[in-house]
């Protein structure tokens, strides 16, 4: 039993000293970018796959192969719904991005300010 209230007990802890969070913050935003790259190239890439099975789809149709047609459509929807998904996070990394770096330059702005 000593053990069970031993653990249950939350015990203080000191806060943990990090150092200047300007690198750590420029750091974040770099890697960010980066990412943000990653998923601009990715979207480009369904955004061509995209064509391509829209074009298998009205060629289906225009052979009156209805379930192909079917097929490529159903598999156009998911890529759709892939590229949205893809799109949505990009905004969500620029967004944090955005406001990393106003974070940085509040903080340049307040140690330009603050007297010495």
């Known amino acids: 039993m000593p053990e069970f209230s031993k653990n ?14 300007k690198p750590a913050i420029e750091n974040a935003i770099r890697l960010i970018s980066a990412q943000t790259q990653r998923l601009d190239f990715a979207s480009n890439k369904l955004v061509e796959k ?5 074009q298998k789809v009205v060629d289906a149709y225009a052979k009156h192969d209805r379930s192909r047609a079917l097929m490529y459509a159903n598999e ?18 620029e967004t ?9 330059d ?3 702005f ?7």
């Open 8 to 21: 249950w007990e939350r015990q203080e802890r000191a806060p943990v000293q990090s150092g200047p969070l």
């Open 50 to 54: 995209d064509r391509q099975i829209f």
């Open 76 to 93: 156009l929807a998911e890529v759709r719904k892939l590229a949205k998904r893809v799109t949505q996070i990009k905004l969500a990394l």
């Open 96 to 104: 944090i991005s955005l406001r990393l770096t106003t974070v940085k």
């Open 106 to 108: 509040y903080g340049d």
């Open 110 to 116: 307040v140690n330009t300010v603050t007297p010495a």
